[in-house]
């Protein structure tokens, strides 16, 4: 019940790693009276926590709309470029298109914040070493990929997508 909820966001919001992935898992697993731990563990200050909420939330069956908006703040965040360390903003980001990509059609609501990860001017290169190049176009690739299994439903939502795609994967 609550009691085991608040446990389990407590393990997820800690410093222990093991015990933070065990509380995603059993989150995911208690289903929609997770949800509202989910949406506030998204927002949390460490990117370790917003991964592993991101990561229950694509785990879980049908987490529902109410995560969306979470989810898509998560999309925009920055900092480091050392894509393959699990709480780094890139994770953040690619882990919650991961989730989006889970969620069918409420995810078609982060149509416009998809087409953004594929626009955004840091992602150019121009900011970030040369080195991290190939994590720029795997978070481009992870947008297609999202918006690829949304269907022609977000090209219909939002007329940019197709000449984002263009631009970016061009």
Known sequence: GRKMLK?????????????RWRAA????RAGAPAVPCL????????????VAAAHAVRDMREPGAAVVP???A??????????????TPIEVRRTAMGALAQ???????AVPALVAVLRDNELEGLDAPQRHLKT????RGTAAWVLHKLGPEAARRDREVIPALATALG
């Open 136 to 139: 720029i176009f795997e978070l």
């Open 7 to 19: 446990k389990l966001v407590l393990d997820l919001s800690g410093e222990d790693d093991e015990l």
């Open 70 to 72: 979470a989810l898509v």
């Open 74 to 87: 998560n999309l925009s965040r920055r900092g480091t470029w050392e894509a393959h360390q699990v709480g």
């Open 103 to 109: 969620l069918g059609k409420p995810a078609l609501e």
């Open 25 to 28: 898992i059993a989150l995911a």
């Open 39 to 50: 949406i506030e563990a998204l927002g949390h200050d460490n990117p370790a926590v917003q």
